[in-house]
């Protein structure tokens, strides 16, 4: 499949269980993107650097991104990308609202949620400006790419706003079930397997399978 075009003023959910390539899916789409902000409550960054991975594949850190682990370095940052992985005294809801809302202030920013779970524990505990995103970011073009590996215990907003659905395999029916009823696709029932997922756009007549070629 062609990579579908995503303009910045749309949001994008991902979603699916763990090691089916989500992360991978955001980065290699992201890298594209000019201001992207990368909220990495997992570590990921500490992962990788042990590995002596690339921490963004396809990119050079100092030029195209720069590491942050404080909210406040997130702002005096100068190159296009951030990766901002939280110290622990950081992964704190007070801090998301507080990145949510420069986000929505700054305009024209992809934030990346790595874990949609981890910033929003249950349907109705989110950040407020999780919302402010979501319902009030399109017009600026700060918008909301969320990656989860379950969709049944996050806020409605998050797939009620978005308009690009990525669905890689989940084993629980009723996470799969929930998608069905957000996009009305009955398609998404299906196991796209392995490193596959379903792709769906508002307004498509049904989801497509694909995989992204690393
Ligand atoms: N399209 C792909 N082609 C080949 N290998 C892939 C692809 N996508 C992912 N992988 C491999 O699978 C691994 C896990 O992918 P990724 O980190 O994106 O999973 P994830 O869905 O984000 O999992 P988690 O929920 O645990 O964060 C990658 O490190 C990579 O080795
Ligand atoms: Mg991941």
């Known amino acids: 499949m062609q990579r579908p075009t995503i303009d910045d003023d749309e949001h994008v959910f991902i979603c699916g269980q763990t090691g089916t390539g989500k992360s991978v899916a955001a980065e290699v789409y992201l890298a594209g993107k000019d201001h992207v902000v990368k909220l990495d409550t997992k570590g990921e960054v500490y992962e990788r650097r042990k590995k002596g991975l690339n921490l ?4 050079t850190e100092g030029k195209d991104f720069t590491v942050v682990h404080h909210l406040e ?21 007070e801090y998301y609202e507080a990145l949510m809302e420069w ?38 073009q700060s918008v909301v790419w969320a990656c989860t590996q379950r969709p049944t215990d996050i806020p ?5 706003n978005s308009t690009h659905y990525f669905i890689f395999t989940m084993q629980n029916p009723d996470d799969r079930k929930k998608i069905v009823k957000a996009t009305g696709m009955p398609q998404f029932m299906e196991q796209p397997g392995g490193h596959n997922f379903l792709y769906w756009r508002i ?10 070629k690393l």
């Open 56 to 59: 963004w594949h396809g990119l």
């Open 73 to 93: 370095d997130v702002m005096e940052v100068e190159t296009p990308k951030i990766i901002y992985c939280p110290v622990a005294e950081e992964l704190e809801p």
């Open 103 to 140: 986000v929505y202030k700054r305009e024209n920013t992809i934030l990346w949620i790595d874990e949609l779970m981890e910033v929003a524990p249950s349907a109705q505990n989110y950040p407020k400006q999780l919302k402010a995103l979501y319902t009030r970011g399109r017009s600026k």
């Open 156 to 160: 409605v907003i998050a797939m009620a």
């Open 203 to 212: 307004g498509m007549d049904a989801p497509i399978k694909a995989r992204f």
